[in-house]
């Protein structure tokens, strides 16, 4: 499910850059042939990954330092500026949980929100062991916990559960056999 | 499906002003005792319409400016500065429609982003009648289509489908029999 990329055009200018967010500009003609500007958003692309232990999954429960709530997501982080998200995804597992994987595919690339170049990627990192203890930076808070697929599913009923560009293909195999059956031969290897 | 918001701070500063988008910051706690500038947004909220008449919805195949490609989506925009909701979710529906309804209520509330003070009101207004001429801005291209109920189910499969904070509660309706019908009797009635 990718939309059409709506990208920031050659003449667009960076009007403001902040920690994360940088905002872009541009003057737009109209249908009429007036015109008026434009705004755009960019922040650096997510990597995030469905990790199997067995048939487990890996989630975490999170905490944030500007919130009370711990919610439920799976591993995941911010690409650093230059790093492949591959890499980031590799880095974001080992930084926040301690294991690493050898069979990686992705799975789905989105973007989120129509007004923002940011793409998500969302990796499948099958068969997981653990080599070291999470290496956690001090924004976050996290708590390891190892789901079934049927738990991971029944966190699309989840309010705050954090990534919601996943709530759309997990519903689809909630609710359908057959695409069911697609995704956990997708997250776990069909057994060949 | 909302999820608990997450508030710029009383002591948040605006860092940024643009045409749309708004970028505040403020210096955050960490776990350890150290500080960070975090950051957030803030951009006006959006009120859209699930518009019926008959038996049908209207839909729109939209154009923007920037893009050349037409896109399916229900009426609705951007909530003006000290505008109610509702208000808003009328003047749209009037101004990209011609129609209005004197039977409103909301159907959703979402908060799309978690990074971004942004509310999307989804109302539902039924038996609309036309009353006059659509009156689009220089920014808006915009043909009407009247589509079944069935067919607004289908647009969770397009992948242009602008309306993304609807794609969840569509789904549940498309893979379930008993929340077609709840949905169903919400758009349009139970007929008493």
Same mark, same amino acid.
């Given at each position: 499910m990718t939309r059409p990329r709506k990208r920031i055009p050659e003449h667009g200018r960076m009007a403001f850059k902040g920690i994360l967010f940088e905002v872009w500009q541009w003057e737009q003609e109209m249908f009429d042939g007036s015109t008026s500007t434009f705004e755009r958003?960019?922040?650096?692309? =997510?990597? $995030?990954? #469905?990790?199997t232990v067995g048939d487990k999954i890996l989630s975490?429960? $999170?905490?944030q330092p500007d919130s009370t709530q711990a919610f439920p997501s799976i591993p995941g982080g911010r690409c650093d500026e230059r790093?492949?998200?591959?890499?980031?995804a590799k880095r974001e597992l080992l930084e926040e949980t301690g294991y690493t994987s /050898?069979?990686?595919?992705?799975? @789905?690339? =989105?973007?989120?929100?129509?007004?923002?170049?940011w793409t998500?990627? =969302?990796?499948? &990192?099958?068969?997981?062991? @653990?080599? $070291?203890?999470?290496?956690?930076?001090?924004?976050? @808070?996290?708590?390891?916990?190892? #789901?079934?697929?049927?738990?991971?599913? &029944?966190?699309? /009923?989840? /309010?705050?559960?954090? /990534?919601?560009?996943?709530?759309?293909?997990?519903l689809r195999a909630r609710y359908s056999e057959s695409e069911k059956q697609k995704l956990f031969a997708l997250f776990f290897g069909d057994g060949q």
């Open positions: 958003l960019k922040r650096p692309d =997510t990597a $995030q990954v #469905i990790a975490l429960m $999170q905490k790093e492949e998200p591959l890499a980031s /050898d069979d990686w595919r992705l799975w @789905k690339e =989105t973007e989120p929100f129509s007004k923002m170049e998500v990627y =969302t990796y499948i &990192a099958r068969n997981c062991t @653990k080599v $070291q203890e999470p290496h956690l930076d001090a924004g976050e @808070k996290i708590e390891l916990k190892l #789901i079934s697929f049927d738990e991971l599913l &029944a966190l699309t /009923d989840a /309010d705050d559960f954090y /990534d919601r560009e996943l709530v759309e293909p997990l």
